[in-house]
């Protein structure tokens, strides 16, 4: 007798596709719906998760696009800690779909608003980046002419970008209850004044990223018509959540809507992939292995998993590097941190 799973591959079975299998090298578990060519302009954005995959595109000879270069002369310690080649533009982290969208919207209007550029202590931050400039601006005027310069750079780089690697991070966020803007992170985190009268929170749901994602795409393809996407899920669980609940169920309800919403939003469109890379980094057969001792930081195991199947799939492979000596360490592991504002939250906890 046969039925509808008798001639099944192995990877369509749990025992063989999963507990029995290499965690460490997942075997078709990812079909690319095209391909990226060699020479293909890329630019990467997203979660604090999103900065590996753009040191590991760069590392596999992939043209990964850099609008905003580092200054010349500026070491790359420092560089990094002023969000220099972290992302194709110094945007910082994008947490959310919305956030994305907005930056888009503003980007193609040039538009800068005051409102943006919260102080502190005598210095100016910009909002949507607080900490792309460690110690602030020395002028609210300095501050929103970077941040023209930053959304000029931003629409050249989406105009020319032949596909945007965006990694989606939260559905949590702030918002300001007059003119709808989102924050990366809250108000009186960084920088700015938290008004409980003024910022509300968000928790968005599987509707509101969707219609996030088709918004953003129909913003970019306004700019560049050929322009395709591939969306991902950060494995990195929640730092802290402001919705009321427990931070293990907070985590597990923000990326299954992520996941889900990219998942249905991939599917309406033939220019939209979805790479599973949350489902490596948490897949059971690793027993955890892919995150550091605190449960949170993916390990270099785990984003070299990550990484592996995404460019083998796209016949790449990562290229080896050295590493630097114990006695030189210090530097280069500082430079390879990863940048993220949501673990501000646990630092400023009573």
Same mark, same amino acid.
């Given at each position: 007798?046969?039925?509808?799973?008798?001639?099944?591959?192995?990877?369509?079975?749990?025992?063989?596709?999963?507990?029995?299998?290499?965690?460490?090298?997942?075997?078709?578990?990812?079909?690319?719906?095209?391909?990226?060519?060699?020479?293909?302009?890329?630019?990467?954005?997203?979660?604090?998760?999103?900065?590996?995959?753009?040191?590991?595109?760069?590392?596999?000879?992939?043209?990964?696009?850099?609008?905003?270069?580092?200054?010349?002369?500026?070491?790359?310690?420092?560089?990094?800690?002023?969000?220099?080649?972290?992302?194709?533009?110094?945007?910082?982290?994008?947490?959310?779909?919305?956030?994305?969208?907005?930056?888009?919207? =503003?980007?193609?209007?040039? &538009? @800068?608003? #005051?409102?943006?550029?919260?102080?502190?202590? $005598?210095? !100016?931050?910009? +909002?949507?980046?607080?900490?792309?400039?460690?110690?602030?601006?020395?002028?609210?005027?300095?501050?929103?002419?970077?941040?023209?310069?930053?959304?000029?750079?931003?629409?050249?780089?989406?105009?020319?970008?032949?596909?945007?690697?965006?990694?989606?991070?939260?559905?949590?966020?702030?918002? =300001?209850?007059?003119?709808? &803007? @989102?924050? #990366?992170?809250?108000?009186?985190?960084?920088? $700015?004044? !938290?008004?409980? +009268?003024?910022?509300?929170?968000?928790?968005?749901?599987?509707?509101?990223?969707?219609?996030?994602?088709?918004?953003?795409?129909?913003?970019?393809?306004?700019?560049?018509?050929?322009?395709?996407?591939?969306?991902?899920?950060?494995?990195?669980?929640?730092?802290?959540?402001?919705?009321?609940?427990?931070?293990?169920?907070?985590?597990?309800?923000?990326?299954?809507?992520?996941?889900?919403?990219?998942?249905?939003?991939? +599917?309406?469109?033939?220019?939209?992939?979805?790479?599973?890379?949350?489902?490596?980094?948490?897949?059971?057969?690793?027993?955890?292995?892919?995150?550091?001792?605190?449960?949170?930081?993916?390990?270099?195991?785990?984003?070299?998993?990550?990484?592996?199947?995404?460019?083998?799939?796209?016949?790449?492979?990562?290229?080896?590097?050295?590493?630097?000596?114990?006695?030189?360490?210090?530097?280069?592991?500082?430079?390879?941190?990863?940048?993220?504002?949501?673990?501000?939250?646990?630092?400023?906890?009573?």
């Amino acid at each position: 007798m046969t039925h509808p799973y008798s001639d099944l591959a192995a990877t369509a079975f749990w025992r063989s596709g999963v507990a029995e299998a290499d965690p460490a090298a997942p075997v078709d578990l990812y079909r690319p719906k095209f391909v990226l060519d060699a020479d293909a302009a890329i630019a990467t954005a997203g979660s604090c998760f999103a900065q590996h995959v753009g040191r590991a595109l760069r590392g596999a000879g992939m043209q990964v696009q850099d609008a905003e270069p580092r200054p010349r002369g500026c070491p790359p310690v420092v560089a990094r800690a002023y969000g220099y080649g972290v992302y194709s533009a110094r945007y910082g982290n994008i947490y959310t779909v919305r956030q994305l969208v907005q930056l888009i919207g =503003d980007a193609v209007a040039e &538009r @800068v608003d #005051p409102i943006d550029i919260w102080a502190h202590e $005598g210095r !100016f931050y910009d +909002a949507m980046r607080p900490t792309i400039e460690p110690g602030g601006f020395a002028t609210l005027d300095e501050a929103m002419a970077l941040r023209l310069s930053h959304l000029r750079a931003v629409r050249g780089l989406f105009s020319e970008t032949a596909c945007l690697i965006f990694t989606l991070g939260l559905t949590e966020c702030w918002s =300001d209850r007059d003119t709808g &803007r @989102v924050f #990366p992170t809250c108000p009186g985190i960084v920088a $700015g004044s !938290f008004d409980p +009268a003024r910022h509300v929170f968000l928790n968005l749901r599987h509707a509101e990223v969707l219609a996030d994602l088709e918004a953003a795409r129909r913003m970019l393809h306004a700019l560049n018509p050929g322009m395709r996407m591939v969306l991902t899920v950060s494995p990195v669980p929640l730092t802290a959540t402001a919705a009321g609940g427990h931070v293990l169920a907070a985590t597990m309800r923000s990326k299954a809507v992520l996941r889900a919403a990219a998942d249905e939003f991939a +599917a309406m469109h033939e220019d939209v992939d979805y790479f599973p890379s949350y489902e490596i980094v948490t897949n059971p057969a690793a027993r955890g292995r892919f995150f550091r001792p605190n449960l949170r930081e993916v390990t270099p195991e785990g984003v070299e998993a990550v990484m592996s199947c995404f460019l083998a799939a796209h016949g790449l492979a990562i290229q080896p590097r050295p590493r630097p000596a114990a006695v030189a360490a210090s530097a280069s592991e500082q430079a390879e941190d990863v940048i993220c504002e949501e673990i501000l939250l646990e630092a400023s906890r009573k």
